[in-house]
Structure formats: C-alpha cells, structure tokens
C-alpha cells in the first residue's frame, strides 16, 4: 500500500480519504415506533461521535453524504424538519468544530437553500480553512450527475470564451471544475443500513474506491464500526488496473 493513500496505526491501514453514506435513519425510527424525524435527530448524534473518530484515527479527509439532490422530493414537512436540523447544527457546532482544527466545506448544489444556511455555509468555510487535523466535507443538495453536468457545463463555457482549447480538457481539468476539486478520491466508502448502491454519490471520485457495506443502521454505527470498516480496507488489494504485484 502506498504511503499517499494510508498511514500506519498500530495494526490498522488508515486510509486517506473515507466518505460516508450514512442511511437507515428512517427505519432506525420505525423499528422503535417512532417519527422518521426522531431517527435523523438521532443520526446527527452520530455524526459527531463519526468525526471524533476520525480525529483520533487520524483520518486526513472525511466526506459524509447529508442529503442528495432526490432527497428533495421527500414529503415537506420531512425535509424542512432536516433543514431546521442543518440549520442547528452550523449555528451550535461549527465552533466546537474549529476548536478541534477541523475544516469544514461543502458539496453540492446550495441554490436551493434559503439565504441564511448559504451563509452559514461560506462562514464555516470562511472560519476553519486553516484547519489541518482533519478535513471534514459534507454533501448536502448534492447529486453526483448533477455535479459532473455542472462540470461538464463550466469546462464547455470556458472553451466558447476561448479561455482553454477543447484538446486541452483532460481529467485533472475535468476533476478541477467538481465540488470536490480540493479533495483526494476516497479511499474507503462505507454505507450502512444495507443498501448497496452508490444512490448518486461521488459517481466520479469513487472510480478505485474499496466500498464497505454494512447492515448497522446509521443512528447505531460507532467508532468500533468505523475502525472495523478500516480494518477490512486495510485487507483489500488495490490494483488500480494493474496486476497482483
Ligand atoms: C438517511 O436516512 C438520511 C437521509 C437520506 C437524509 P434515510 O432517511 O434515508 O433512512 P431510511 O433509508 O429511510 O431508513
Ligand atoms: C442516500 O440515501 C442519500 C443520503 C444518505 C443522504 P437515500 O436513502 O436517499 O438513497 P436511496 O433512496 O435508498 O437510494
Ligand atoms: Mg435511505
């Protein structure tokens, strides 16, 4: 395993980048007779015990996937309830955050939010992009389609104006003009709830990425389930196309 993807911890391969799908709110909630809510509340819990866990693995990049693109057509009073939720959460915890030297960016598409997340998003860019323990970036409004269109649309704009020849378009310009232009490719990608498919996540950045699947609901995953997802990273044999070496 190269040394740019991983670190060595004690017996565990770390991998660099480990981007999360974090699913089964919903039935967190109904096997407990409960709103759907109450498992998103009890799913941002998480969230933070995740990214603890990432601060003492010493995990460079985690990238949580918070809500797509499709989540919006899910019935009103569920998505403003996850909105007031997003909304909560910048405004409480992103300090708590920065004191930890975490830094924080988002990915997606923010035009759909009203205009006081969107600054509450460029300020919690804004106050920890000098932050160096851990790289934390959460997909909110985000489709992965969607993204590489807007790619695709921004690189065709600048060949019109001339700025770039069409020759010149290649994939470090292509990955330049994605979200997730500042960021290496996920190592490790986790979902729980036992759903496996990538539901328009990182459809690009996940071309060699391991996938872990596992049937922990996302309100019951924990640190021990992180480090066992990176255990199994740590058995796997990356070839990236090449052959057994
Ligand atoms: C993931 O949990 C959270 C979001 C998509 C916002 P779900 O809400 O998808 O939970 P399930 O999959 O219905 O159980
Ligand atoms: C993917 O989960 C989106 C997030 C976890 C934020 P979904 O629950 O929306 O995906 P599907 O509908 O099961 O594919
Ligand atoms: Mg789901």
Redesign the pocket.
């Given at each position: 395993m190269s040394t740019d993807v991983a670190t060595e911890i004690g017996d565990l391969t770390v991998p660099q980048h480990v981007a999360i799908i974090?699913?089964?709110?919903?039935?967190?909630a109904?096997q407990r007779m409960r709103p759907?809510t109450m498992?998103?509340a009890a799913?941002l819990e998480v969230l933070r015990e995740i990214i603890r866990a990432g601060l003492e693995l010493n995990i460079g990049f985690l990238t949580f996937?918070?809500?797509?693109t499709e989540?919006w057509n899910r019935p009103a009073d569920e998505v403003s309830f996850?909105i007031d939720l997003l909304r909560r959460y910048l405004q409480r915890e992103v300090v708590k955050l920065h004191e930890q030297g975490v830094r924080l960016r988002f990915i997606g598409n923010r035009d759909r939010f009203d205009d006081d997340i969107r600054a509450l998003l460029v300020n919690a860019e804004q106050l920890t992009r000098q932050n160096t323990a851990l790289n934390v970036t959460i997909a909110l409004s985000y489709g992965g389609r969607e993204e590489i269109v807007s790619a695709a649309r921004r690189l065709a704009e600048a060949a019109v104006r001339g700025d770039i020849a069409v020759d010149e378009i290649d994939e470090t310009r292509f990955e330049a003009a994605l979200f997730t232009a500042s960021l290496p490719a996920p190592d490790l990608l986790i979902r729980t709830?036992g759903?496996k498919r990538l539901s328009n996540f990182l459809l690009w950045q996940t071309a060699y990425t391991e996938f872990v699947f596992t049937d922990v609901?996302?309100p019951d995953f924990s640190a021990e389930h992180l480090q066992q997802a990176v255990a199994e990273f740590g058995s796997r044999d990356r070839r990236f196309g090449g052959i057994i070496g």
């Amino acid at each position: 395993m190269s040394t740019d993807v991983a670190t060595e911890i004690g017996d565990l391969t770390v991998p660099q980048h480990v981007a999360i799908i974090m699913d089964g709110n919903g039935r967190w909630a109904r096997q407990r007779m409960r709103p759907r809510t109450m498992g998103h509340a009890a799913g941002l819990e998480v969230l933070r015990e995740i990214i603890r866990a990432g601060l003492e693995l010493n995990i460079g990049f985690l990238t949580f996937f918070g809500f797509s693109t499709e989540n919006w057509n899910r019935p009103a009073d569920e998505v403003s309830f996850l909105i007031d939720l997003l909304r909560r959460y910048l405004q409480r915890e992103v300090v708590k955050l920065h004191e930890q030297g975490v830094r924080l960016r988002f990915i997606g598409n923010r035009d759909r939010f009203d205009d006081d997340i969107r600054a509450l998003l460029v300020n919690a860019e804004q106050l920890t992009r000098q932050n160096t323990a851990l790289n934390v970036t959460i997909a909110l409004s985000y489709g992965g389609r969607e993204e590489i269109v807007s790619a695709a649309r921004r690189l065709a704009e600048a060949a019109v104006r001339g700025d770039i020849a069409v020759d010149e378009i290649d994939e470090t310009r292509f990955e330049a003009a994605l979200f997730t232009a500042s960021l290496p490719a996920p190592d490790l990608l986790i979902r729980t709830s036992g759903e496996k498919r990538l539901s328009n996540f990182l459809l690009w950045q996940t071309a060699y990425t391991e996938f872990v699947f596992t049937d922990v609901l996302w309100p019951d995953f924990s640190a021990e389930h992180l480090q066992q997802a990176v255990a199994e990273f740590g058995s796997r044999d990356r070839r990236f196309g090449g052959i057994i070496g």
